[in-house]
């Protein structure tokens, strides 16, 4: 059964920095990338990483986000930094077809279960 499992999510203090790992169990062959969803707001998309190790962001998620994956057969983390109160949520792995680009929400095809991100003032 194809699953994302996400880790490395907690609490930091603003200006701190964290990594995110997501391992996944694929039954077919899909890029991975990362959503959050901030309190009060739309789920968003944060970034996605192709097969050739091409990265592709958000706008709003570039300057402090980092996604990368160093083979087929390893993890796919996220490295935030600078974290804001703001970036306080829950952050999803996720799988959808390689496209070139951003998913987009109905571009996914499977979900992880998430992992929280508490940034305090």
């Known amino acids: 059964q194809a699953q994302l499992v996400e880790s490395g999510g907690g609490s930091v203090q603003a200006g701190q920095s964290l990594r995110l790992s997501c391992l996944a169990s694929l039954t077919t062959y899909l890029c991975l990338g990362w959503f959050r969803q901030i309190p009060g707001k739309e789920r968003e998309e944060v970034a996605n990483?192709?097969?050739?190790?091409?990265?592709y962001y958000a706008d709003s998620m570039k300057a402090r986000f980092t996604v990368s994956k160093a083979s087929a057969n390893d993890p796919l983390y996220l490295e935030m930094t600078s974290l804001k109160p703001e970036d306080t949520g829950m952050y999803y792995c996720?799988?959808?077809?390689?496209?070139?680009?951003?998913?987009?929400?109905?571009?996914?095809?499977?979900w992880g279960q998430g992992t929280q991100v508490n940034v305090s003032s």
């Open positions: 996720v799988a959808g077809p390689c496209r070139g680009g951003l998913f987009g929400e109905f571009g996914v095809v499977l």
């Open positions: 990483i192709n097969s050739d190790g091409t990265a």
